[in-house]
Nanobody, 116 residues
């Protein structure tokens, strides 16, 4: 399975971030697969944002839930992350990740910088 993130790179404060995770080599609707979004701010550890399951259910980090939405397009085999009201502290590398049979699969990550 390969995951590829893409996004705008630079976003202004208060704007909305939209990221795409394109999946190949496996279907996002395959039973029991969860598709996570995770980020890593500069100089800090990984922070889990949320996931969407194979059936389309979503679950979010409580600290980000109010301004985060994860969705998917089954026909495109793609998962999306939308985060609104961005702040400079949302600057990070954003990753999508799944786990299949105990093996973690990560995208290469996409840098998002929140700055005016």
């Amino acid at each position: 399975v390969q995951l590829q993130e893409s996004g705008p790179g630079l976003v202004k404060p208060s704007q909305t971030l939209s990221l795409t995770c394109t999946v190949s080599g496996g279907s996002i609707t395959t039973n029991y697969y969860y598709w996570n979004w995770i980020r890593q701010p500069p100089g800090k550890g990984l922070e889990w944002i949320g996931y969407i399951t194979y059936s389309g259910s979503t679950y979010y980090s409580p600290s980000l839930k109010s301004r985060t939405s994860i969705s998917r397009d089954n026909a495109k085999n793609t998962v999306y992350l939308q985060m609104n009201s961005l702040k400079p502290e949302d600057t990070a590398v954003y990753y999508c990740k799944t786990q299949i049979w105990g093996i973690d699969y990560w995208g290469q990550g996409t840098q998002v910088t929140v700055s005016s």
